[in-house]
T-cell receptor
Framework: SQQGEEDPQALSIQEGENATMNCSYK?????LQWYRQNSGRGLVHLIL?????REKHSGRLRVTLDTSKKSSSLLITASRAADTASYFC?????????????FGSGTRLSIRP | NAGVMQNPRHLVRRRGQEARLRCSPM?????VYWYRQLPEEGLKFMVY????????ESGMPKERFSAEFPKEGPSILRIQQVVRGDSAAYFC????????????FGPGTRLLVL
């Protein structure tokens, strides 16, 4: 799999339930970011977590980072219909140039009313 | 504070024509990135620019594609002699201090090559 691979590829849950998405990567990173993309729209930045951080919160979002397992998870609590979107993780690899971030292929989240 | 602006939002070209995509970064941002997204896929890095300099173009196809970020004006992604395979959404992002900081994305330009 490529750097920044999300799991599952698609997730459908009932409104009000919690949604968990995972991201695995291969090389050491400086940071990892989660983005949301509504259909046909641009990306909205959600959270950036640095390699020396283990957990961050923002409203109903909780992101964890386990550098020993090279994985991250995004938890959305009390899901709403408006959370329906694709969610991408993006890693900033620890290259010498550190000039780009690498996106996974995303998790498509659907919230059923 | 306006976000990242891209225009046009939609662009239709016939094979062999040129496509010019424009990106104005957020105010105060001097780092610009271009990405390409095919349907149902993630974004693929193309190029990273600072004012008047290309920093990393490792994701750019070797031919027909070029990018610039002049001292004045928007960043331009130029695709010459477009082919059907160039049809995609092209996103621009900007940041204040390079890729280790948050990148803010524009709404994208959807290019369709007929």
């Amino acid at each position: 799999s490529q750097q920044g691979e999300e799991d599952p590829q698609a997730l459908s849950i009932q409104e009000g339930e919690n949604a968990t998405m995972n991201c695995s990567y291969k090389t050491s990173i400086n940071n990892l970011q989660w983005y949301r993309q509504n259909s046909g729209r641009g990306l909205v930045h959600l959270i950036l977590i640095r390699s020396n951080e283990r957990e961050k919160h923002s409203g109903r979002l909780r992101v964890t980072l386990d550098t020993s397992k090279k994985s991250s998870s995004l938890l959305i609590t009390a899901s709403r219909a408006a959370d329906t979107a694709s969610y991408f993780c993006a890693t900033a690899p620890m290259y010498s140039s550190a000039s780009k971030i690498i996106f996974g292929s995303g998790t498509r989240l659907s919230i059923r009313p | 504070n306006a976000g990242v602006m891209q225009n046009p939002r939609h662009l239709v070209r016939r094979r062999g024509q040129e496509a010019r995509l424009r990106c104005s970064p957020m105010k105060g941002h001097s780092h610009v990135y271009w990405y390409r997204q095919l349907p149902e896929e993630g974004l693929k890095f193309m190029v990273y620019l600072q004012k008047e300099n290309i920093i990393d173009e490792s994701g750019m196809p070797k031919e027909r594609f070029s990018a610039e970020f002049p001292k004045e004006g928007p960043s331009i992604l130029r695709i010459q002699q477009v082919v059907r395979g160039d049809s995609a959404a092209y996103f621009c992002a900007s940041s204040q201090q390079g890729a280790l900081e948050t990148q803010y994305f524009g709404p994208g330009t959807r290019l369709l090559v007929l």
